[in-house]
């Protein structure tokens, strides 16, 4: 079956500390990863990945995606209280659907 | 300013009572759905349309239908709600498939 998992489920970090999230996925027809940035409304857009190793950056912001491993990771580096949110990944599969984690809840601490 | 809307953004409604949520985008997108997002399940994606008059199911169609007359409307249907349909409404537009969406600002519906 398709899927899409992300670890951790959550994360608790001080301000300053560097975070990884990590996306692995099983789709067939595989075409694109993307990442988004939940806060207490919608999700909001931060990256598209389609070829392995190209490293996407925005800020303090980076991912990349690893297709050998049918992963993906996001990393925060210099975290800051703004960046608490939930980080959502997903993965188009079959013809048109939309297939997302369930999410890794990061929260920064002052 | 670019961007999708929802309305109405809050409602409670009575089971088996008709209901429409509105979806509008201002960005000539083409690739159109609709999520619910419930504690626990995450995102989980309802319909989906490619294109005007072009629609398909998701991974949580049941008690749902929509349609895609114009372009840049997509609306939700709940023909007979349920309480299993009290959740958060996401509806979210994109160039293409696979491409990074736009979110409208959500719809929070309790059936009770």
């Known amino acids: 079956e398709d899927k899409v998992v992300q670890s951790p489920l959550s994360l608790v970090v001080h301000e300053g500390d560097t975070v990884t999230l990590n996306c692995s996925y099983e789709v067939t027809n595989f075409r694109s990863l993307l990442w988004y940035k939940q806060e207490k409304k919608a999700p909001t857009f931060l990256f598209m990945l389609t070829s392995s190793g190209i490293e996407k950056k925005s800020g303090r912001l980076s991912s990349i995606l690893d297709k050998k491993e049918l992963s993906s990771i996001l990393n925060i580096t210099a975290t800051q209280t703004g960046d608490s949110a939930i980080y959502l990944c997903?993965?188009?599969?079959?013809?048109?659907?939309?297939?997302f984690g369930a999410g890794t809840r990061l929260t920064v601490k002052p | 300013e670019a961007q999708v809307t929802q309305n109405p953004r809050y409602l409670i409604t009575v089971t088996g009572k008709k209901l429409t949520v509105t979806c509008s985008q201002n960005m000539n997108h083409e690739y159109m759905s609709w999520y619910r997002q419930d504690p626990g399940l995450g995102l989980r994606q309802i319909y989906y349309?490619?294109?005007?008059?072009?629609?398909d199911k998701g991974d949580v169609p049941e008690g749902y239908k929509v349609s895609r007359k114009e372009k840049r409307n997509f609306p939700l249907i709940l023909e007979s709600p349920s309480p299993n349909q009290t959740s958060l409404y996401f509806c979210?537009?994109?160039?293409?498939?696979?491409?990074?969406?736009?979110f409208g600002p959500g719809t929070r519906l309790t059936v009770l």
């Open positions: 349309s490619m294109n005007v008059e072009v629609t």
């Open positions: 997903a993965v188009p599969y079959n013809n048109n659907d939309m297939r």
């Open positions: 979210a537009s994109s160039l293409s498939r696979g491409s990074g969406q736009f």
